[in-house]
């Protein structure tokens, strides 16, 4: 388990980009590899990317638009998020899990989340 807090979210209007952070109070990164979930109202949460030492993943509707990086000094990853739209309101969450393969499920430790609101 590693304590998880993510930060950056805010409303922006559609077109603008931002930058979601993931920390670990405490803990390293290092040894995991990390997630970022969305949940939309009403909706379920679904999968955006992960990052791990081996490979990163998007999902596709933000390939091209989102990106992961890992600050190893910072202790922390960043998604970088350009180009937003609508449909990318929602809250999102960083996850932490051991594993550097599977990345779209598993994940055993969950951030409180951030809010992310994209206006027309």
């Known amino acids: 388990q590693v304590n998880l807090v993510e930060s950056g979210g805010r409303v922006v209007q559609a077109g603008d980009s931002l930058t979601l952070t993931c920390d670990a109070n405490?803990?390293?990164?290092?040894?995991?590899?990390i997630g970022w979930f969305r949940q939309a109202p009403g909706k379920d949460r679904e999968f955006v990317a992960a990052?791990?030492?081996?490979?990163?993943v998007y999902e596709d509707s933000v390939k091209g638009r989102f990106t992961l990086s890992r600050d190893n000094d910072k202790n922390a990853v960043h998604l970088q998020m350009n180009n937003v739209i609508p449909e990318d309101t929602a809250i999102y969450y960083c996850?932490?899990?051991?594993?550097?393969?599977?990345?779209?499920?598993?994940?055993?430790?969950w951030g409180p989340g951030t809010q992310v609101t994209v206006s027309s």
């Open positions: 996850a932490a899990t051991p594993d550097s393969y599977a990345l779209r499920s598993g994940y055993g430790s």
């Open positions: 405490g803990d390293t990164l290092r040894r995991y590899s």
């Open positions: 990052i791990s030492w081996i490979t990163t």
